[in-house]
C-alpha cells in the first residue's frame, strides 16, 4: 500500500466474568471490513482481474444463439453480427469492493462494481463506436462446516446482478451506426452477465483462497523472545456482523521446535471488543500474558560491587548504614556488595491513566564480597511507569524510572530499624543497576510481522484513558510472606449494598489478571493492531486507548 495512513492502536484492560461456561481460545483474532476490502483488492490485482475483463470474448459470446434459437431470427442477427469486424473490452477497473452483512446474517456479501468500455469495429463508420458498461459481481463469504464438524471459510454464491447492468452509448454517430450499436447492446445485456460470472468468479475466489492463506500464513509467524517462540494457530472461524473472527491456538516451544507450554481452551471468559470502523484486532487471553512477560523478563539475580561500580552511591550506602549500625558500617570494605534478586513476573498496572511495571524485589547488603550472610534483606515493591511505543514492525515496551512503593525488613543481621531510612539510596541502586538490566532484555521489543506485511514502515503513540471501573488506592501492604497479588487493594465496581457504580472517576488501579488485546482503527484503508492489555475481574469494565499516527518515511 502507498501513501500515508493515520490509525488506532487501542489497548484495552477489558473486564471478564467467570459466570460463562462455553471453553474459550487462548487468543482471538478479529477481522475488520476495511481489511478484507483492502486485502482482497489486492490479491484481484494479483490475479490479473483486469487483464481478463480485456480479454472477454464478447464478439463470440453474443454470436452463441444470438436470436433465442428461433432461425428466421437468427439468419437476421447473424447478417447483422457480420458487418461487426471485432468487438472487446478496450479498458476495465474494478472500482472500490463493498463489504456488509449478508441478508441472513450469516455471513459477508462482497460487491464488487466493474466499469468497463468495450469498442465496436465496423467498415460502417472509420472512428471505433464505444459503449460503457457498468455491471456488479457478488459473493458471499460465510463458514462452513465439514461432515467432521470442522469450520472453514469460502466465498461462495458468486454470481452478477442482473439489475445492476447498464450498458450505454459514450458518443452517438449516424443513425445507422447506433442502431448497429443498439442491436449490439441489447445481444449484450443477456450475454455480458453470463460472461463476466463465468470468467471472473474463478478468479475471486482463488483471490479470496489466497488472501485467507496469506492471513493463515501471518498469524502462524513465530513471535521470537530470547529463548521462547510464541506462535498462534487459527482453530475456528466465526462471522459476527461485519467482522471474521478467528480462533487462536497458543504455545510456547523452544528454537529447536519442541513446544514447552501449550494453551488450552478454558473457561474463563474472553471479552472480544466491538470493532466498528477498526480494520482489526488481537485479543490474547491472561495466560498467555504472563508468559510472555515472564520469557522477556524472568527472575534474576544481579551482584554489583557498588565500590567499583557505583562509588558515589557506596559513600552513600555506607553513611545511610551507619545511622543504623556504626559496627556495620566499618564492617563495609572495597568489595562491599548489593545483591538483588527479582523472584516474581512483573505484572503490568495503570495507575491515573497511565501504565505501570509494578514487580517484587529482593535486595541483600553484604560488607565484602567474601561474606556469607547479609548485613540485611529488604522486600521491595517496586513499579516502573511502561512506556508502549512501535519501532518499524516491532511493538516496544521501554521502563521508565523506578520507584519504592513499599520496603519491607525480611531479615535483619545488625539489628531491626525501619528500612524506610533507606527508600532513597535502595531506589538509586535500583534506577542504576536493575533498570538498565531489564530495559537491556526488552530492547529487542515484540515482532509483529503484519506490520510490514501489510504496509505500515513506521508509528508513533500516545496514551489517553477512557471510562472505567472506580477501585480504591491500595491500602496499606500485607507481611511479606502474603501472595503478591493479595496486596494491590483490588475492588469491583459494586458498593458495600451491592449496587454497580457508575462512571469512572477516580484514578484507576489495575492488577491481578488481565488480557492483552491489540486493536488498530484506520481513517482510510489499513491498519495494523499489536499487543495490549486486558483485565481479568467480574464486574468490572475499562479502557485505555493508544492512539497511532503512521509516518511514511521522510515525515517522522
Not at 335 to 353: A, N, S, Y
Request: proline content about 6%; some cysteine; aromatic content about 6%.
Amino acid at each position: 500500500m502507498a501513501g500515508p495512513f493515520a490509525f488506532t492502536l487501542l489497548c484495552g484492560l477489558l473486564s471478564t466474568t467467570l459466570a460463562e461456561t462455553a471453553l474459550n481460545p487462548p487468543a482471538v483474532f478479529s477481522l475488520g471490513r476495511e481489511v478484507i476490502k483492502e486485502r482482497l483488492t489486492q490479491e484481484l490485482k494479483d490475479h490479473n482481474a483486469i487483464d481478463i475483463l480485456q480479454q472477454l470474448p464478447l464478439l463470440s459470446s453474443i454470436r452463441e444463439k444470438p436470436a433465442g434459437g428461433i432461425p428466421i431470427l437468427g439468419n437476421v442477427v447473424n447478417s447483422i453480427l457480420n458487418h461487426i469486424i471485432w468487438l472487446k473490452v478496450t479498458s476495465a477497473n474494478i472500482l472500490q469492493l463493498q463489504v456488509e452483512p449478508s441478508d441472513e446474517g450469516q455471513g459477508l456479501t462482497v460487491k464488487i462494481p466493474l466499469d468497463m468500455v468495450a469498442g465496436l469495429n465496423t467498415p460502417l463508420v472509420k472512428t471505433i463506436v464505444e459503449m460503457h458498461m457498468e455491471t456488479e459481481v457478488q459473493a458471499i463469504i460465510r463458514v462452513n462446516t465439514n461432515e467432521r464438524g470442522h469450520a472453514h471459510l469460502v466465498l461462495a454464491d458468486c454470481s452478477t446482478s442482473q439489475g445492476s447492468l447498464r450498458i450505454s452509448l459514450l458518443h452517438k454517430l449516424s443513425f445507422l451506426v447506433n442502431s448497429l450499436a443498439n442491436t449490439v447492446m441489447d445481444f449484450l445485456v443477456p450475454a455480458l452477465p453470463k460472461l463476466v460470472k463465468i470468467q471472473l468468479c474463478p478468479v475471486l475466489e482463488a483471490a479470496f483462497e489466497d488472501m485467507h492463506a496469506d492471513l493463515m500464513n501471518l498469524l502462524r509467524v513465530p513471535i521470537s523472545f530470547s529463548s521462547d517462540r510464541l506462535e498462534f494457530d487459527p482453530l475456528s472461524p466465526a462471522i459476527k456482523g461485519n467482522v471474521i473472527q478467528l480462533k487462536l491456538g497458543a504455545k510456547f516451544s523452544d528454537f529447536q521446535g519442541n513446544v514447552t507450554k501449550w494453551f488450552n481452551e478454558s473457561a474463563v471468559s474472553l471479552t472480544v471488543p466491538y470493532l466498528d470502523t477498526t480494520p482489526f484486532s488481537l485479543t490474547v487471553r491472561q495466560d498467555v500474558v504472563n508468559a510472555v512477560v515472564a520469557s522477556l523478563l524472568p527472575p534474576d539475580e544481579l551482584v554489583v560491587l557498588v565500590d567499583y561500580v557505583l562509588p558515589e552511591l557506596a559513600r552513600r550506602l555506607k553513611s545511610n548504614i551507619k545511622t543504623i549500625s556504626e559496627k556495620a558500617a566499618d564492617q563495609l570494605g572495597p568489595t562491599q556488595m548489593v545483591k538483588i534478586l527479582t523472584q516474581e513476573t512483573p505484572e503490568l498496572l495503570l495507575d491515573q491513566g497511565s501504565p505501570k511495571v509494578a514487580q517484587l524485589i529482593v535486595l541483600e547488603v553484604f560488607a565484602t564480597n567474601e561474606a556469607r550472610r547479609p548485613f540485611f534483606t529488604l522486600g521491595i515493591e517496586a513499579s516502573s511507569e511502561a512506556q508502549f511505543y512501535t519501532k518499524g514492525d516491532r511493538l516496544m515496551l521501554n521502563l521508565n524510572e523506578i520507584s519504592s512503593d513499599r520496603i519491607h525488613l525480611m531479615n535483619s543481621g545488625i539489628g531491626l530499624f525501619n528500612p524506610e531510612v533507606l527508600e532513597n539510596i535502595t531506589t538509586e541502586i535500583l534506577i542504576s543497576v536493575l533498570l538498565p538490566n531489564e530495559n537491556g532484555k526488552l530492547r529487542s521489543g515484540i515482532p509483529i510481522s503484519i506490520v510490514k506485511a501489510w504496509g505500515f514502515e513506521a508509528a508513533s503513540c500516545f496514551l489517553t484513558k477512557v471510562s472505567g471501573v472506580k477501585h480504591s488506592a491500595p491500602g496499606r501492604a500485607q507481611p511479606l510472606g502474603e501472595p503478591w497479588a493479595g496486596r494491590q487493594g483490588l475492588h469491583s465496581n459494586a458498593d458495600p449494598a451491592g449496587h454497580s457504580r457508575g462512571a469512572l472517576d477516580q484514578p484507576l488501579l489495575f492488577s491481578g489478571s488481565h488480557f492483552f488485546i491489540c486493536m488498530c482503527k484506520s481513517e482510510t484503508v489499513l491498519a495494523w493492531g499489536a499487543f495490549t492489555s486486558s483485565f481479568l475481574h467480574s464486574s468490572c469494565y475499562s479502557f485505555i486507548h493508544l492512539f497511532i499516527q503512521s509516518v511514511m518515511p521522510g515525515t517522522w
